[in-house]
């Protein structure tokens, strides 16, 4: 019953995000961003953030003089694994930049998350109601002693 509540709670907290194009000047504060690199920014910060970094994601912290400063959560590198960061914080130079999105979330697929979550939990308490709601019946063929 404990792990059916858990599992209910996790559903419900769940959310989807979707990265859109940045529509203002720049992100607000603390707004979680994804920002690709072009290929020679990304040789340029190869002793910052590793070797073939394609997308830097984490929290946009402000702007600086030398360009963007991020705290970092994890890189994604061209061939696609994700690395995670600890929220080092990182300026990335303007030139560096190819495209910023901002994470924004997606009120469509989480409402689907939780109807299926919901769904699954209920089929799962009417299956153990069903299966193990009874007494248990007497199939030895003894009644009982005299």
Avoid: H
């Amino acid at each position: 019953m404990r792990a059916s509540i858990a599992l209910a709670a996790l559903c419900l907290t769940a959310g989807c995000y979707n990265y859109s194009p940045l529509t203002t000047a720049t992100p607000a504060p603390g707004s979680y961003v994804a920002i690709t690199l072009t290929d020679v920014g990304s040789q340029e910060l190869a002793r910052y953030l590793g070797p073939n970094v394609f997308v830097v994601r984490g929290r946009y912290v402000g702007e600086k003089d030398q360009g963007v400063l991020v705290s970092v959560a994890s890189v994604e590198l061209v061939r696609g694994d994700e690395v995670p960061w600890a929220g080092e914080q990182v300026t990335l130079p303007t030139s560096a930049i190819a495209a910023v999105q901002v994470r924004q979330f997606a009120k469509g697929r989480s409402v689907l998350l939780a109807g299926v979550g919901i769904t699954g939990l209920v089929a799962t308490t009417a299956a153990f109601a069903l299966n193990g709601g009874g007494t248990p019946s007497n199939t030895s063929g003894v009644i009982g002693k005299k």
